[in-house]
Structure formats: structure tokens, C-alpha cells
T-cell receptor, first 119, second 109 residues
Framework: GAGVSQTPSNKVTEKGKYVELRCDPI?????LYWYRQSLGQGPEFLIY????????DSGLPNDRFFAVRPEGSVSTLKIQRTERGDSAVYLC?????????????????FGPGTRLLVL | GQNIDQPTEMTATEGAIVQINCTYQ??????LFWYQQHAGEAPTFLSY??LDGLEEKGRFSSFLSRSKGYSYLLLKELQMKDSASYLC??????????WGAGTKLIIKP
């Protein structure tokens, strides 16, 4: 079946602009995660959704970052007043559940990422 | 605090065996994951350990010792395509993944 998809694959914007990044999870996966990753680092957690609600948004760096998942499927990560330091790869992942009811059901599967460059 | 430690870089020869270690300190433990990430691509799931012992999956095996806070990923019969970063991640008490920075594995002919 189809994996996690993310659009756009690349985004170049100017400092101060607004951007939206989209994630389409694996069908039937209730949990959806946003991470960002800089070169040579592991993924940095931003936010995760269980269904439509943000179950944990403790990783969002500041109030310029916001994410929604209105129908419990597709999610959009929104960044206002972008700064050069926001440049990174933004990864989305989904899992069947956020906590494993059966062993391994919380395994996260990643999309290809959106490479964001803020000039 | 929570942290995951793994070597930054390792080099191995095609056809050989390599072991990538990971040690962790987390608030709670609900499983340890290994992911492979090729340059410019997203992480792909390799293995999951929640009980002590060795899990074998083809050329790749993963070992866990919960009492020691330690895991390793063993790659056998190395191929050039195994050149990638290998990420260790632990699910904490809230099932949040705590990630290591990754080990860049370089395979030489």
C-alpha cells in the first residue's frame, strides 16, 4: 500500500514568509508525528497527533510553529515569519497507534521529508 | 535527562561484519528501534526490540540488554548499499521516541 507522502519535497522561501508543509499518513494510522532534522543529527520531535488532537506539542520551538490534523488524516505544519534557523528537513511519520497495544504497533514509518530553505 | 549515545562514524569493508552500539538513559522504556537512513532520504525501519536478547532478520540482527541500557545492530556480509546512517531510538514511558544522532557507516571495497 501507499506509504507516507509529504509535499512539497523542497521549499525555498524568504525570511519572514509563511509556509505550509503537508503530510499524508498511511491509511488507517491513527498517530502522526512531525520531526525536523538537521545534517548529521537525529530527528528532533516537534508534535504528535492521536487522531485529530495534538497529544503532545512540547517539541514546537516557539509560537511561530503550529500544526493541524482536522479530520484525523492529513496534517499541515505551518510556520509563520520564517527565520533562517528554520532551514531543515521536516519529516512526518505515522504509526498504527501511539502506544503499542500489540508489540510493534507503535513503529513509526516516515515520509520522504520536505527540505525547507529559508533565505 | 534522557540521552542516546552511539558512535558518530564507523568504517568497514565490503563482505565483513560490523557492530554498531547504542547506549541509552531514558525515563521509562517501551522498546528500542533501529532505523537506516541513506543520505538525503527519510529513515526506514529496520528492527524493534522490547525484550532482552537477539532478534535476527536476514543480514541484520539487533540485540538488547535492558539492565545495561545497551543495544547493538549487527550487519553481516556488508554490501556497498549498506553505506548509510544508522539511528537508534528508544520509546520512553510516554511512547515518545528519543533519538540518537546516528552512526554514519562507510563501506569500503
Amino acid at each position: 500500500g501507499a506509504g507516507v507522502s509529504q509535499t512539497p519535497s523542497n521549499k525555498v522561501t524568504e525570511k519572514g514568509k509563511y509556509v505550509e508543509l503537508r503530510c499524508d499518513p498511511i491509511s488507517g494510522h491513527t498517530a502522526l508525528y512531525w520531526y525536523r532534522q538537521s545534517l548529521g543529527q537525529g530527528p528532533e520531535f516537534l508534535i504528535y497527533f492521536q487522531g485529530t488532537g495534538a497529544a503532545d506539542d512540547s517539541g514546537l520551538p516557539n509560537d511561530r510553529f503550529f500544526a493541524v490534523r482536522p479530520e484525523g488524516s492529513v496534517s499541515t505544519l505551518k510556520i509563520q515569519r520564517t527565520e533562517r534557523g528554520d532551514s531543515a528537513v521536516y519529516l512526518c511519520a505515522s504509526s498504527l497507534w501511539s502506544s503499542g497495544r500489540e508489540e510493534g504497533e507503535e513503529t513509526q514509518y516516515f515520509g520522504p521529508g520536505t527540505r525547507l530553505l529559508v533565505l | 535527562g534522557q540521552n542516546i549515545d552511539q558512535p558518530t562514524e564507523m568504517t568497514a569493508t565490503e563482505g565483513a561484519i560490523v557492530q554498531i552500539n547504542c547506549t541509552y538513559q531514558t525515563s521509562g522504556f517501551n522498546g528500542l528501534f533501529w532505523y537506516q537512513q541513506h543520505a538525503g532520504e527519510a529513515p526506514t525501519f529496520l528492527s524493534y526490540n522490547v525484550l532482552d536478547g537477539l532478534e535476527e532478520k536476514g543480514r541484520f540482527s539487533s540485540f538488547l540488554s535492558r539492565s545495561k541500557g545497551y543495544s547493538y545492530l549487527l550487519l553481516k556480509e556488508l554490501q556497498m548499499k549498506d553505506s548509510a546512517s544508522y539511528l537508534c531510538a528508544v520509546a520512553d514511558s510516554n511512547y515518545q521516541l528519543i533519538w540518537g544522532a546516528g552512526t554514519k557507516l562507510i563501506i569500503k571495497p
